[in-house]
């Protein structure tokens, strides 16, 4: 039995507030993705370093970031640290949380293009003269990341959804904070949520299309 | 041949009818269970003691509701964003789950008349040296998100035009964050404050005063075109008043000064 009748108006009145609440959505998603990129290059590196310390980092990062619950990690971020007196904001906290996720994924990604890279590639490369360091740098990255871009969308819309888990931790201008506050205020749950997870449809789908056709102009054969 | 063609036909038509008339109140007595959300991390409205069972203010006043209904009662607990959709996906009949009776809510729900009502105080951490209301600007606050004093305490921060405001999902995650020193201060309901402040759990934090918000009437709400049910709840509100009762629970959960129930100069 489903009692309830929609208030549309209402809902679609806050669609510009909703709509602010979306760019700081993309915006956290963006900038988790090019930190969470960057932090995944470098975990990939202390990898390949056949250095024990480094690799056990890594290994240790990938297996935290993927084998718990991303509400977990932005809570922490959050809670966590706020119990040795380290204070992130709601914003920070989020950023780091989905960040720290976004890498031990990527991280993941990158090891798996390179398994489709032939080690013959970068032997060839060493025959030339070339230092490791410049094999990898010329021949193995470019084709990594190539192999990589796809998968790697695939984690940035995770990234976006996950950014509404923010309101766990207080967040309250992201699209997530915005919907529950309005919510709260007016009890029209259904409205604003269902116009909320348009919004997120549309971010996400927009992201993936780019992508691909992104993909399609910059590694054509 | 024509006759027991319409003898059906009448009799299909009584049986769908008929039943349709039930209204929520008689749902609820036939079915012999009212269930009522109840936020449980709000005490002394609602919480769990030691054996995880349910108690508080809410719910004795619910498990009142069922034995004047003459049915059992079920306490379903709701955190506060989940009342509504509790309610319109039919998982409760009843929220006794201090719902502050706003006119932009009762669009939605139907409110009863106040059951209860909370003074607004303001919790600091001590580190922050905030001492009352006023010395709260600029500084980082928070409150639960959806809440009365959240509402009032985020509009008191755009108007005064800095600081920052932060709504978090549960009572228990503010005070945490109060504690942790990631809020200056918390503008919860007293009786809230208090119950919190003394479970020792939040070192750190005092209740330094009072906020000077409105009275925070809270309500018993249900679907909004149950009148029958609305008209019940009202004469419960009223009846649980008039025999004393809401002053024992009070007395038992609250203690102190019991807040009065009526707004002078006007009918309701």
């Known amino acids: 039995m489903f009692n309830y009748t929609f208030h549309w108006n209402q809902a679609l009145r806050a669609l510009p507030q909703m709509l602010d609440g979306a760019l700081v959505t993309l915006e956290i998603a963006l900038l988790s993705m090019a930190i969470g990129l960057a932090c995944a290059m470098v975990l990939t590196l202390f990898r390949l370093s056949g250095n024990r310390v480094l690799s056990g980092f890594a290994a240790v990062w990938v297996e935290v970031a993927r084998n718990t619950p991303a509400l977990f990690q932005i809570y922490m971020a959050h809670f966590g640290l706020g119990n040795f007196g380290i204070h992130l904001s709601p914003y920070a906290a989020l950023l780091a949380g989905i960040a720290f996720n976004n890498a031990g994924y990527l991280a993941e990604n990158f090891r798996g293009a390179l398994k489709a890279i032939p080690d013959t590639q970068a032997r060839a490369g060493r025959s030339l003269g070339m230092s490791s360091l410049q094999a990898f740098r010329y021949i193995v990255m470019p084709q990594m990341l190539r192999i990589a871009f796809l998968p790697a969308t695939n984690q940035m819309v995770w990234a976006i959804l996950m950014t509404s888990l923010g309101v766990t931790v207080g967040m309250n201008t992201d699209l997530a904070g915005i919907t529950q506050e309005l919510n709260a205020r007016s009890f029209r749950t259904f409205e604003f949520f269902a116009l909320a997870a348009v919004i997120y449809y549309v971010i996400a789908k927009a992201v993936t299309l780019a992508a691909r056709a992104f993909a399609s102009r910059m590694f054509r054969y | ?268």
């Not at chain 2, 009949?93 to 932009?104: C, I, K, P, R």
């Not at chain 2, 755009?158 to 503008?187: C, H, I, M, N």
């Not at chain 2, 008039?242 to 007395?251: D, F, H, K, N, S």
């Open chain 2, 1 to 268: 041949m024509r006759i027991p063609v319409l003898a059906f036909g009448l009799l299909a038509a009584t049986a769908l009818t008929s039943p349709a008339q039930a209204d929520k109140l008689d749902d609820i007595i036939s079915s012999g269970t009212l269930r009522c959300a109840v936020v449980l991390d709000f005490p002394p409205m609602g919480s769990r003691d030691d054996s995880n069972n349910p108690i508080g203010f809410d719910v004795d006043y619910c498990n009142d509701l069922a034995k004047a209904l003459g049915v059992t009662a079920e306490i379903v607990e709701t955190p506060f964003p989940e009342r509504i959709p509790a309610l319109m996906s039919g998982r409760v009949d009843v929220g006794v789950a201090s719902t502050s009776d706003t006119l932009e809510r009762a669009k939605t729900v139907g409110m009863s008349i106040p059951y209860f009502a909370f003074e607004m105080a303001v919790t600091a951490n001590e580190k922050s040296g905030i001492k009352s209301f006023d010395e709260m600007k600029g500084k980082v606050v928070g409150a639960t998100a959806g809440t009365f004093e959240a509402i009032a305490l985020e509009a008191q921060v755009k108007a005064w035009g800095e600081g920052e405001f932060r709504p978090y999902q549960t009572q228990a995650d503010v005070f945490l964050a109060l504690s942790q020193g990631q809020l200056d201060a918390t503008v919860s309901t007293s009786t809230v404050a208090q119950a919190n402040v003394k479970t020792g759990k939040f070192p750190g934090i005092a209740v330094v005063g009072k906020a000077p918000f409105d009275v925070d009437y809270v309500a018993l709400f249900t679907n909004r075109e149950e009148y029958g049910l609305i008209n019940y709840l009202n004469l419960f509100v009223n009846q649980q008043v008039r025999t004393g009762r809401y002053a024992e629970l009070y007395e038992k959960w609250v203690g102190g000064e019991l807040p009065d129930l009526s707004v002078k100069g006007v009918y309701r």
